[in-house]
T-cell receptor, first 114, second 115 residues
Framework: DTAVSQTPKYLVTQMGNDKSIKCEQN?????MYWYKQDSKKFLKIMFS???????INETVPNRFSPKSPDKAHLNLHINSLELGDSAVYFC?????????????FGEGSWLTVV | AQKITQTQPGMFVQEKEAVTLDCTYD???????LFWYKQPSSGEMIFLIY??????QNATEGRYSLNFQKARKSANLVISASQLGDSAMYFC????????????FGQGTELSVKP
């Protein structure tokens, strides 16, 4: 079983559309994240949820809306997609209680906006 | 502010040789963790090794070891006996105890292993 799974893996869509990426973890972690990797491979955190509560929101446009129905799931909805949203989006999870707890990543979702 | 710096955009190493990937960090926190991740061309992020700020010994995981020099704020990754499958992007990252658990990443180093 994949520890952190996200779907879809590839997504090609037109500007202006709305799309969602889903993420699930079966590690029993209490914290989930969305990271964005841009075309230069730089990884930056977007959001973090701890036990369904938003704890990190890193100056992301409000077209991006995360939703955590329970602590094993964290979805990312993007409205009015723009060309600059093209990137790889990674879901991740961990236990928050210590800086030593490893963060495990999903396989990434490749979003291309045309 | 916290920052991770990887100064080597690309590195080459001969198969079976050892290679060191550099990472320096900046933080005012006393409690933090340092991580290395591997990203092969297939794109997934693979956890390699972890070092805690209070750990006195350098971390090792198989062929990977972390050369932790706290006073110099460096956390270099050493890969021994390089294999062709080690060719990938390598990211150094830091997680501070009081930062909501988020990882801050360096720019990455692309390692190419030559046969």
């Amino acid at each position: 079983d994949t520890a952190v799974s996200q779907t879809p893996k590839y997504l090609v869509t037109q500007m202006g559309n709305d799309k969602s990426i889903k993420c699930e973890q079966n590690l029993g972690h209490d914290t989930m994240y969305w990271y964005k990797q841009d075309s230069k491979k730089f990884l930056k955190i977007m959001f973090s949820y701890n036990n369904k509560e938003l704890i990190i929101n890193e100056t992301v446009p409000n077209r991006f809306s995360p939703k955590s129905p329970d602590k094993a799931h964290l979805n990312l909805h993007i409205n009015s997609l723009e060309l600059g949203d093209s990137a790889v989006y990674f879901c991740a999870s961990s236990l928050i209680s210590s800086s030593g707890n490893t963060i495990y990543f999903g396989e990434g979702s490749w979003l291309t906006v045309v | 502010a916290q920052k991770i710096t990887q100064t080597q955009p690309g590195m080459f190493v001969q198969e079976k040789e050892a290679v060191t990937l550099d990472c320096t960090y900046d933080t005012s926190d006393q409690s933090y963790g340092l991580f290395w991740y591997k990203q092969p061309s297939s794109g997934e992020m693979i956890f390699l090794i972890y070092q805690g700020s209070y750990d006195e010994q350098n971390a090792t995981e198989g062929r990977y070891s972390l050369n932790f020099q706290k006073a110099r704020k460096s956390a270099n990754l050493v890969i021994s006996a390089s294999q062709l499958g080690d060719s990938a992007m390598y990211f150094c990252a830091m997680r501070a105890y009081n930062q909501g658990g988020k990882l801050i990443f360096g720019q990455g180093t692309e390692l190419s292993v030559k046969p």
